[in-house]
């Protein structure tokens, strides 16, 4: 079967869906377990409980349980990249894309907290090569912001903006360490609110 045919299958198309919603449901909850327990304190059995497959299963997906952290780190990177650099392609000028660019990163930490709790404590578990790729990509995502500071304000060193970016991602990021899980909408709405505010007058101060 050629590529185009495989394509046009509409089962193969349906068991490709699943198996990425299979993988992504075992991400999921490696973010949550591994937030909560630590990576060493999950095992591939739990993964796959969590995710409401068999032990074995996880396998099918993931050759092992560092290849899953590798997976969630790289990929979470990588998304923030390909973010950052969408929003600024869609936006008209410096100020709408920085104002953009921290509705982003502000809606990635009041959605992704497991996430950054792994990132925080578990980065040092990747490989050498994995670790390599995770910065690679936080320095890009990092640029992506200073070029639009250097917009906003042209006469700026780049080094001050590159700090000023860093301590916004310091405000935002904190949020997860700092607020209880069990927020309920009217929360997140004005949490959002007070942490766009005041990353955009760290910024711009």
């Known amino acids: 079967m050629s590529v185009d045919q495989a394509a046009d299958d509409p089962l193969l198309t349906v068991r490709s869906r699943a198996k990425a919603s299979r993988r992504q449901a075992l991400l999921t909850a490696a973010a949550n377990l591994f937030a909560v327990r630590g990576f060493n304190g999950v095992s591939i059995e739990d993964l796959g409980a969590a995710a409401g497959v068999s032990g074995p299963a996880v396998y099918r997906h993931f050759t092992g349980k560092h290849a899953v952290l590798a997976a969630l780190l790289v990929g979470v990177s990588q998304d923030l990249y390909d973010g950052g650099k969408a929003v600024v392609a869609a936006s008209s000028d410096g ?29 040092e578990t990747l490989s050498d090569d994995e670790g390599h790729s995770v910065r690679a990509l936080q320095r890009q995502y990092v640029e992506v912001w200073v070029d639009v500071l250097a917009q906003v304000h042209p006469d700026a060193d ?33 949490l959002r609110r007070i942490l766009e505010q005041m990353a955009w007058a760290a910024l711009n101060g």
């Not at 982003?104 to 925080?120: H, P």
């Not at 916004?168 to 209880?180: E, K, R, V, W, Y």
């Open 95 to 123: 100020g709408k894309a920085l104002r953009g660019l921290i509705e982003f990163q502000v809606d990635f930490a009041l959605t992704n907290a497991d996430v950054i709790r792994v990132q925080d404590r578990e980065l």
């Open 158 to 190: 780049r080094e001050l903006l590159r700090m000023r970016a860093h301590a916004a991602f310091g405000l935002i990021n904190s949020t997860p360490h700092t607020t209880h899980r069990r927020r309920t909408a009217r929360d997140v709405a004005a």
